[in-house]
């Protein structure tokens, strides 16, 4: 914006002494002679910024630096999905798995947590059932088959 500010301002710089001498010089060949070299000044001056600007153009591109926790954490976010998105697969395979057998089942909760070697491993499971279920000790027995956890199951209205 300063570059265009000052060919502006320039120019009607130019412009005011190029009439104050149009004005003041003789009629003839010297007057032909000062307004080509005035039409050149003038073409000068206006290609001048523009040959800055030009030459001050960087086309080094570099990209943005990033921190290194935008990467730790979009890590922690990507883990995060990844256990969210696990749990909720095997609540709907346990829940229609249970529901395939008949008991009668309102929802099923998993819980998942990491061990220290960075798997992700089943840390607890709730299993609600309605309170006219009486297959506790079957609903029990077939999650620990599937899941080798021993599910908390509560009767639930």
């Not at 995060?80 to 909720?88: H, I, L, P, Q, R």
């Not at 992700?120 to 027995?141: A, D, G, L, P």
Request: proline share 3%; glycine share 4%; charged share 20%.
């Amino acid at each position: 914006m300063s570059s265009l500010a000052a060919l502006i301002g320039t120019v009607c710089v130019c412009c005011v002494a190029v009439s104050i001498l149009t004005a003041v010089s003789p009629n003839g060949m010297t007057s032909k002679t000062l307004n080509l070299v005035i039409g050149v000044f003038i073409v000068c001056v206006m290609i001048i910024p523009l040959k800055n600007f030009i030459t001050g153009f960087n086309m080094d591109i570099k990209s943005p630096k990033i921190p290194d926790s935008f990467y730790s954490d979009a890590q922690s976010a990507y883990n995060s999905a990844v256990v969210t998105e696990t749990e909720n697969r095997l609540e709907k395979t346990l829940l229609s798995t249970l529901m395939s057998e008949g008991f009668k089942v309102k929802s099923v909760d998993i819980k998942l947590s990491k061990n220290k070697s960075g798997g992700i491993i089943i840390s607890s499971i709730n299993i609600y059932i309605n309170k006219t279920e009486n297959n506790v000790m079957r609903i029990i027995r077939r999650t620990e088959e599937e899941f080798a956890v021993t599910p908390v199951v509560t009767a639930k209205e």
